[in-house]
């Protein structure tokens, strides 16, 4: 019975609800497939340090990004610092310092250049003072080859000469630059002061004075009738009046000469008679008039010094007088009026009374040993040094010792110097100098040339040295929008774009060269990347996905889809059928009600609305009801009619709105125009009660239906 009641009420409200238009709603079965693009820049992911490019031509939900990163960074996003020491780039122990995109290499010492891969060669930093020239030994050693006259490590010290003590006799020493001089005592002369000079060689003794020649000075002895340092005063003897008898005495040089008066004669004019005219007197003996022991007149000698006799006719040998003078077996030599000592080796003074020390003189040179002997003396000289004084310097550089490429030999001190031509070096000039040794080359490779160098530089690098760094990405040779880098010195990468490709990206990325799309998918190159044109059953950027048909759910009804190749199969729920499974299945065309029963078609079933005397699953058995069942279908149909009721009273009132809605719009009853004829407004009103009439009738009509269905109810439940 409560099943019936359900039956009839849901047929009551059926009209009501067939009134509403069912809405309809459309989703994209591929909604789900096709969400937007993202673009893998557009978060931003690269640190500072790189720039986002967006890998063209594939797309992802995250999106498909590259980050070019600085030089000197690394990472996916850029943000790790690339540690260029990594490599170990720096040899020979030495120290590694990271720096930006680059390194530094503290060298131990001994070593350099950028690596500190080559030995130094400390002679690049002249060491050597004064012109020395200076030859590398080894590692971070040299050796300086002084210039005559200087000394010291890096001949820096003037070399004294006057260590030695070269001057002689006394003499005081100059240091001078490579050199000294010698400002000689009086009476000395030379380079060393070695010659005791002669003060007489320029005869300052006049008047025939005889000079004798001293230490720094000399003196004058003078004849008879002159005196004065160097005899220049002549005496005159005419101041002692030696003349007699009135005679006029003249002054002569050396001697006077009395010009007697008449009847006198002799030298003071004392003789009255010249014995002396036949001039005995000999060597220049003076005939002197005298009175003998009678008062007689008489002549006599005077003898000039060194002779006697009464006509001065013996020269007096003073080698005889008492003996021999000279001593030490020194031989004597007679002179007029003197004598002379002819020393015999090892002994001087007048009479050869000392003995000589040939050494006090000093006269050995440079430095050399003095040995005094008898009457000699022998220098032991230092190497070097050559000659009987040893004041010779051996000319170490007169055997040619230097090769054909020197400019000249230096003669030294027991030594010598080869000044080189450019472009050799070596003691003796015969190896040419490699000007590669100072790497000269900043960033290149050095070509030794005769005298010269010439730089080979790598590639990014310029200047005569190699000095200069070519900037690559200044000419920008990154081409179609490339990003250009140096990641390493002399040389450029060129980060190109999708679709270019290149050393310089020139070239446009034929991407379907490689035949990217599969499954027979064809292939269409495009600037930066590519499209495939899939065949059906096939999708994916690379057609490389079998296309599943069943991802749009295109079974409807919770029908279960079979992928097929290009094409599905629904396999369609327990009461739907059609190729989506969109048709509910028809159980009522089998016309399964019985006994007028209403067939209420349902999803894989039906259900009969019996009528009010039937009853089963096909209202096939006639219905019981009981009191219970009476007063249920009492309560529905009344409130049924109850709820019909209400709703022909809402319909009349909206009927009624209507009518007065559509009389103001024409202007029917208290909206009449007062120039409407008679017959004009006898229409209107017409018109308004034709339609108060059809709603009457209308509602009428409901009233008797329901009172009808009330009737037939009430007749139901009778039976």
Not at 196 to 218: A, F, H, L, R, T
Not at 625 to 652: E, H, K, N, P, T
Request: hydrophobic share 25%.
């Amino acid at each position: 019975m409560k099943q019936k009641l359900i039956i009839i009420t849901s047929q009551i409200l059926t009209t009501f609800s067939r009134q509403s238009k069912p809405t309809t709603s459309y989703r994209n079965p591929f909604s789900r497939y096709r969400q937007p693009r993202i673009l893998g820049c557009s978060s931003s992911p690269c640190t500072s340090n790189g720039v986002c490019q967006t890998n063209k031509g594939y797309w992802s939900n995250q999106g498909d990004y590259t980050c070019i990163c600085q030089p000197g960074y690394e990472g996916t996003n850029c943000e790790t610092d690339k540690n260029e020491c990594a490599s170990q780039p720096c040899q020979n122990n030495a120290n590694c310092k990271d720096l930006l995109d680059s390194w530094y290499c503290q060298c131990e010492s001994g070593y350099q250049g950028i690596s500190c891969q080559y030995s130094s060669n400390v002679c690049n930093s002249l060491p050597c003072k004064n012109g020395a020239a200076c030859n590398s030994n080894g590692v971070g050693s040299y050796q300086c080859d002084c210039m005559p006259g200087y000394t010291g490590q890096t001949c820096q010290l003037d070399f004294d000469e006057c260590a030695s003590g070269p001057c002689l006799n006394s003499g005081n020493c100059i240091n001078l630059m490579n050199g000294f001089s010698c400002q000689c005592f009086t009476g000395f002369e030379g380079t060393m002061c070695e010659i005791n000079k002669d003060e007489c060689i320029s005869q300052p003794c006049q008047n025939g004075g005889e000079c004798v020649d001293m230490i720094g000075q000399y003196e004058c002895i003078c004849p008879f009738g002159f005196n004065g340092e160097e005899c220049q005063i002549d005496l005159n003897e005419c101041l002692s009046q030696p003349c007699q008898n009135g005679g006029i005495c003249q002054d002569l040089p050396s001697r006077f000469q009395c010009n007697c008066n008449t009847g006198f004669y002799g030298e003071y004019c004392q003789v009255t008679t010249n014995h002396c005219s036949s001039s005995p007197c000999q060597n220049s003996g003076t005939c002197v008039m005298i009175l003998d022991n009678n008062y007689n007149p008489a002549w006599q000698c005077t003898c000039q010094p060194g002779y006697n006799g009464m006509r001065c006719q013996n020269e007096i040998n003073e080698c005889q007088l008492n003996g021999n003078p000279c001593r030490n077996g020194g031989v004597c030599i007679d002179k007029i009026n003197r004598y002379d000592c002819l020393c015999d080796i090892g002994y001087y003074g007048s009479d050869c009374e000392f003995q000589t020390n040939e050494c006090s003189s000093n006269p050995c040179m440079n430095g050399a040993n003095c040995v005094d002997l008898l009457g000699m003396f022998r220098c032991d000289c230092l190497p070097g040094f050559r000659g009987d004084i040893c004041s010779v310097s051996i000319d170490e550089c007169a055997s040619s010792p230097c090769g054909p490429h020197a400019k000249f030999c230096q003669d030294g001190v027991n030594a010598y110097i080869c000044m080189c031509q450019d472009g050799w070096t070596g003691r003796h000039c015969n190896d040419e100098t490699n000007e590669c040794v100072s790497q000269p080359c900043w960033h290149g490779n050095c070509i030794d040339l005769e005298r010269a160098y010439a730089c080979e530089c790598n590639p990014g690098w310029i200047g005569v040295k190699c000095e200069t760094d070519v900037k690559e990405c200044d000419s920008s040779p990154c081409q179609n929008g490339g990003y250009c880098t140096e990641p390493y010195e002399n040389e450029f990468k060129c980060d190109c774009p999708s679709g270019f490709t290149g050393s310089r990206c020139q070239s446009d990325v034929n991407e379907c060269d490689k035949t990217p799309c599969r499954n027979g998918g064809v292939c269409v190159d495009h600037e930066q990347g590519f499209v495939c044109q899939c065949q059906q059953g096939f999708l994916g950027d690379l057609c490389d996905v079998v296309s599943n048909e069943c991802l749009s759910r295109p079974c409807g009804n919770n029908g279960e889809c079979h992928d097929n190749v290009n094409g599905f199969e629904c396999n369609c729920y327990p009461g739907f059928e059609g190729e989506f499974c969109e048709y509910n299945t028809q159980e009522c065309l089998s016309k399964p009600c019985r006994n007028g029963g209403t067939c209420e078609d349902g999803i894989a079933a039906f259900e009969c609305n019996c009528m009010v005397q039937w009853a089963g699953p096909t209202c096939e058995a006639p219905a019981v009801f009981s009191i219970a069942d009476w007063a249920m279908l009492i309560g529905s149909v009344a409130c049924a009619i109850l709820m019909a009721l209400i709703f022909g009273w809402l319909y009349q009132n909206w009927k009624t709105a209507e009518s007065a809605k559509f009389v103001e719009r024409h202007g029917v009853g208290r909206r009449l125009k007062l120039d409407d004829g008679p017959i004009q407004q006898k229409k209107h009103v017409t018109d308004t009660n034709k339609l108060r009439v059809q709603e009457k009738q209308k509602t009428k009509i409901k009233v008797t239906a329901a009172t009808r269905l009330k009737k037939k109810r009430n007749i139901d439940r009778t039976f």
